[in-house]
Structure formats: structure tokens, C-alpha cells
């Protein structure tokens, strides 16, 4: 964007709206912010190059981007109706709060001025996947991905209600890892090592797939078939992960448990 007559309001500053403040300030991307928080004082000791305020600014924002707690927003949003131009987008990283709802909290005539993200945690390391929805005449379109990039690659959805599957899949899946990791652990002291040596193992072994997975052309399939031979030792332990597909089963009714949690919430 690099414009510093672009007014970038940050409403909320907490995990989300921090990872977002360092990102834009490490990619350099040059605007005139004005972070909205109750902590304002403590956070404008944090960081530099932004104006920080606990109520809420005076003048309007081109892009309103909200970091808010999804269960606050009906609350505070109503507020800054008039603080938006008619050219304003206004962008939101609030799991399960659509749309519709923050059109009507803005009291905008329809959602067409309002756009989605759903990050995940990596975005802190610049290495999350964000899906987004927009719609086809949003406002400072261009404008809203350069900040959203920040966090790590992009896909644009067509339409909104993708992004429960997002969340179910790429919003949790840093979860699924993890819990990956420990169930090797576990496996790693069925097979006679301490659960020490297991982590260094386990842990190690799922950092260098990832990389094989960033640097590789390589797609997952054909990386694992480069490490099984028939009839080897990866071979054996694959012919029991994939009996009757019971890992991929396993997987698949796990995300779509998340996708109808993440349905029921938005839903209240
Ligand atoms: N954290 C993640 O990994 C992640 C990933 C994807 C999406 N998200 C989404 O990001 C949003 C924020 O999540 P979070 O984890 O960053 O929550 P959070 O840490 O609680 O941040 C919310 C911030 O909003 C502040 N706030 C409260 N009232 C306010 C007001 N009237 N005006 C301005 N700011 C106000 C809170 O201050 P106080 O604490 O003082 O109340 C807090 O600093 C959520 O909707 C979540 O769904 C988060």
C-alpha cells in the first residue's frame, strides 16, 4: 500500500491484532494506523509508528480491520457506523462472525463492503494460510490482501460459508500436528525409548517433512513414496495406517466435527 494517507484502524489488540500490527510494521507496509484498545497505553510502550486510543477515534477509516472477540462484537461495532466513508472496506478476522451480522452492526445498507479472513496460528511466524471471502465489489479489495498477507499465503474462497470448512481444516489443523507429534512420542516408548528421545525424534522428523513439503515439487504422495519400499519397514507401518483408510477415516470425521462446531457457534 505503501501510502501514509491510508487510515488503517485496528479494532482489538490482543493475540490476533498483535501478530497483524508486527506484520504490517516488519513487511513494512506503510499507512497511518490508529490501533483501537483498551490497553492502549501499555501497547503504544510496544510498539512504534501507530497511534493507539482505548475509545473510539475521531475522523474515519479507509480500512477497518476487526480483532475483536467475536462474542464482544455486537457491542462495540454499532459505534463506528460513522466512522466509515462510502468507499470504507472493512475486514474482519473474527471466527464465525459473518458478513451479514457486521453489516448490521455497522448499520451498512448490504455486506458488500465487508470482507473475511481466517487465519491460523502460524501467521505469528509469517506462516499461516488464510482463506478469504470477499465480495465481488468490496472496496480497497488490493488493499486488504496486502495486509492480510502478512501472515503467510492466501486462498480466496467464492463463497462465505467455506470458511467453516477453512477453520475446520486449516484453523485447527496446527492442532492436528501436535497432537500427531505426541502420539509418536507415545508410540516412541512402545518401542523402547525414553519419551526424551522420542520428542527429540518426533519433533525433528515432522520439522524436516515440512520442509521437504515447502522445498520439494514433490507433491505429499510422491514424498512418501520415496520412503517406502515395498516391503520395508515404512511399508509395514503404512499397511496399518491405511487399513480399510482408518487413518484418513479418523481425520476426515475429525474435521467435519470441527466444521459443524464452527457452524453451531456462528450460529449462537
Ligand atoms: N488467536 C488466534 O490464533 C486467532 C486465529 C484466527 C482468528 N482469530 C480471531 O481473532 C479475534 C481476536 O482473537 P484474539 O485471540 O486476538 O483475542 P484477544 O486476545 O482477546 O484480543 C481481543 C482484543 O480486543 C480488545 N478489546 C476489548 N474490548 C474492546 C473495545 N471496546 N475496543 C477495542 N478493543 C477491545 C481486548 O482487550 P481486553 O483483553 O482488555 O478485553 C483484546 O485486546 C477473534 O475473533 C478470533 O476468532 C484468532
Known amino acids: 500500500m505503501n501510502d501514509a494517507r491510508k487510515r488503517v484502524w485496528l479494532l482489538g489488540c490482543g493475540r490476533m491484532g498483535r501478530v497483524l500490527l508486527r506484520g504490517w510494521q516488519r513487511g513494512g507496509i ?7 484498545d483498551p490497553k492502549a497505553a501499555s501497547l503504544a510502550n510496544e510498539f512504534a509508528g501507530a497511534k493507539f486510543t482505548a475509545a473510539v477515534p475521531d475522523g474515519h477509516a479507509d480500512i477497518l480491520v476487526i480483532a475483536l472477540k467475536p462474542q464482544k462484537i455486537p457491542t462495540i461495532l454499532p459505534a463506528y457506523h460513522r466512522h466509515l466513508a462510502a468507499d470504507s472496506a472493512v ?19 448490504d455486506s458488500a463492503r465487508v470482507a473475511r479472513a481466517m487465519p491460523n496460528l502460524p501467521a505469528a511466524l509469517g506462516q499461516g494460510i488464510s482463506g478469504f471471502y470477499a465480495p465481488p465489489a468490496l472496496p480497497r479489495r488490493a ?29 485447527s489443523g496446527p492442532a492436528y500436528v501436535f497432537y500427531l507429534l505426541e502420539a509418536m512420542v507415545m508410540a516412541a516408548q512402545a518401542v523402547g525409548l525414553s519419551a526424551d528421545e522420542g520428542k527429540v525424534l518426533a519433533r525433528q522428523t515432522i520439522i524436516g517433512a515440512a520442509a521437504m ?45 470441527a466444521q459443524l462446531r464452527s457452524r453451531e457457534l456462528a450460529d449462537g
Open 143 to 171: 488493499d486488504c490482501l496486502e495486509l492480510l498477507a502478512v501472515l503467510g499465503p492466501i486462498l480466496e474462497l467464492v463463497q462465505e460459508d467455506a470458511l467453516h470448512a477453512v477453520t475446520a481444516l486449516s484453523g
Open 30 to 36: 506503510i499507512a497511518d494506523y490508529t490501533v483501537i
Open 91 to 109: 475486514l474482519s478476522v473474527a471466527a464465525g462472525y459473518g458478513c451479514a451480522a457486521i453489516s448490521a452492526d455497522l448499520q451498512l445498507n
Open 213 to 257: 513439503l515447502a522445498e520439494s515439487p514433490d507433491d505429499a504422495a510422491a514424498l512418501r513414496a520415496q520412503v517406502t519400499s515395498p516391503g520395508g519397514t515404512t511399508a509395514a507401518a503404512m499397511a496399518v495406517l491405511t487399513e480399510q483408510n482408518r487413518f484418513a477415516e479418523i481425520l476426515r470425521t475429525a474435521i467435519t466435527q
